[in-house]
């Protein structure tokens, strides 16, 4: 029985407290139980999340109370909690966060609930009103103003009739009005009813993937269906048939899809299949539209979840089959502990609740690809595109021979700006892809060859012209531009800006097409919430010639009438140092092209790069996904990379560079004697973006053939090292990004 409660309280809910079990409530006292604790000088609701065995604290004061008898996490997601807290090495406070929403755990009784009343037949009878209009005319005017006999909600009512809640009690003691509460549920689709779309029939490649995902729900192995299907091809109608197979087996569904694909048009798509059955769950909607999505699952009113990453944990009842579309997307895995991925934690809780799982791609992720080759899931496959459209064309640009040819680098190749004008002059629309926000990536002084850093940062300054300022990506920092070189030394006025940005992009298109309507999309130009739905509805609808944008316009945009995509630097996610840049530039420049000719007319795609023979460019221009990936797994194969083999990145942070380098180097130290000899594990070397917000960063990559490998000996390292008091430690399992 536990005798310390680790309690989240609504009024701090970052923050975690530590809370004595009184002996005649520990058996009430689960993780996931809701209680009343002392807090500050009066009390405060919260939740149990977690049950330690010691405090850091000696005086812990008791829990006042158990509220309600039922803990809304269930012994299923607690047990998934714990495997994450195992595997991933995290506290399972924060395992227990992930698999419950902030606004569940807030508010245990939190629906919006209204008072409704109801006349009785007494009180409807004209009689009653006028016997009570003597003497208590407020009580005879509402009645009068329920005549009808319909109910009425309790505020609208005292708003028209100017009359107080005391005299609707008065009504209801002499039994002339009902008052009862009743749940309004608000709605993330609104109010609007959607036509119910008709499934239509599945294309022979459709018929075969939808059979392979049919025997995974019916219970064969392997339950896990990788669908390779080309941009276009058809996926989404295979999951919803997939859906329809559960739902009409009593079972119910769980869709994740990348944040960035999450608009209202998926949406649409879902709910105009299934209607109200659907629960949809993102960050846009408020708290209390995700607390009542959240309890629509829970209790079985609606079957079906669809969000981004964390929707994984929704409580869908006799769950059959997660999908999750765009397997490969990065932001499955969660950059803060626990560092989970969605994808690999959909398997994990898919085994637990014997469901099947269908993971669709048209550039599959590297480990899910190696486990169809081993066997381990099934593949399958969609090379052809809806009616046998054709897949665009991709031609290379070499720069280097551009520059030679035209004796300097324009931002547009001579290829890309003709194919753009002749796009403009058929009224036909062109996107510009570059993965670079911004005017230009860095001011360098030609003289000195100074390059404007952040101070507290080790990457260069992006200069952005609209806003007039240089400013750091990764902290923020704004510093106003400048006039003259900053090196003290230097001070010469000809400093330059170097590195294509975005905005940049947009000033050269509007130089060269005045007449073209052009638009960017970024982090910088959709800052409220609304410009996204509101550029790609001018898109869609004609009223934009050119979109100009970073990975936000790369994937799942469906628009016919684009036949161009242009690439502007293929090179700016190559040359990230990390393992996965070559994998990264080989999805992205797939993703671009998927978005070309996707109407009647064939697409092109023109790719800006300096480094054309390269695989991952090579690959994309063949369409030769499956090559690509063989290929990549052998390379990682030498070197041990996953999926060929697991990987942990330790990441040692702190304000002095001396200490972390010790304390990296300490813990190395420490660490292997632990490890068995199949562990490979590197020095302790800075993180290749070596200092953010002012805290320099060691990390310390381990790699071995299993993951157990890795976590048995990290987790002992871990409890016994004795960290310097300002260095921070991240462990992270399966890492994705070393950087
Ligand atoms: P993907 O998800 O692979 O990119 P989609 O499922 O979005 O592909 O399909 C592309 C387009 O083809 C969509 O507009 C979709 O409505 C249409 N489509 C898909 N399957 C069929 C089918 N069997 N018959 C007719 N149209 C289809
Ligand atoms: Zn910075």
Known sequence: MAAIARVVVHLALNREFDYRVPPELADRVRIGTPVIVPFGRGEARGYVVGLPARSPHPKLKPIRDVIGKKALIDEGMLELARWMAGYYLAPIETAVRAVLPGAVRARPAGHLERLLVTPTEAGRDPAAAQRLRPRAPKQAALLDRLRTGESLFLAR??????????????????????????????????????????????????????????????????????????????????????????????????????????????????????????????????????????????????????????????????LGLIVVDEEHEHTYKQEETPRYHARDVAVVRAVREDCAVLLGSATPSLESWHNARRGRYALARMPHRVDHRRMPLIRVIDLRREREREGRLYALSRDLFEAIRDRLARAEQTILFLNRRGYASALVCPRCGHVARCADCSVALTFHKQRRRLLCHLCGAAHPLPDRCPAPECRDPAFRYAGLGTERIEEVLAKVFPKARVRRMDSDSMRRKESYAEVLGDFRTGRIDILVGTQMIAKGLDFPNVTLVGVVNADVSLHMPDFRAGERTFQLLTQVAGRAGRGEVAGEVIVQTFTPFHPAIQAARRMATEDFCDQEIEFRRELGYPPCGRLACVTVRGPDEAEVTRAAGGFAEALRPMLNPAVRCAEPAPSPIARVRGQYRYQLVLRAPRARDLAEPLRRALDTFRWPRAVTVAVDIDAHSLL
């Open 157 to 318: 009512l005292l708003r028209e009739t100017g009359a107080t809640a005391s005299a609707v009690r008065a009504l209801e003691r002499k039994e002339l009005v009902h008052v009862a509460g009743r749940t309004v549920e608000r709605s993330p689709g609104g109010t609007r009813t959607l036509l119910p779309t008709a499934p239509p029939k599945l294309m022979p490649q459709q018929e075969e993937a939808f059979a392979a995902a049919r025997a995974a729900i019916d219970g064969r192995n392997p339950r896990v269906v990788l669908l390779h299907g080309v941009t276009g091809s058809g996926k989404t109608e295979v999951y919803l048939h997939a859906m329809q197979y559960v739902l009409d087996r009593g079972g119910g569904a769980i869709v994740l899809v990348p944040e960035i694909a999450l608009t209202p048009q998926t949406v649409e798509r879902f709910r105009g299949r299934f209607g109200d059955v659907v629960a949809v769950l993102h960050s846009h909607l408020s708290d209390g539209e995700r607390h009542d999505e959240w309890h629509r699952l829970h209790e079985g009113r609606a079957r079906i979840a669809i969000g981004a990453r964390s929707a994984l944990f929704a409580p869908v009842r006799r």
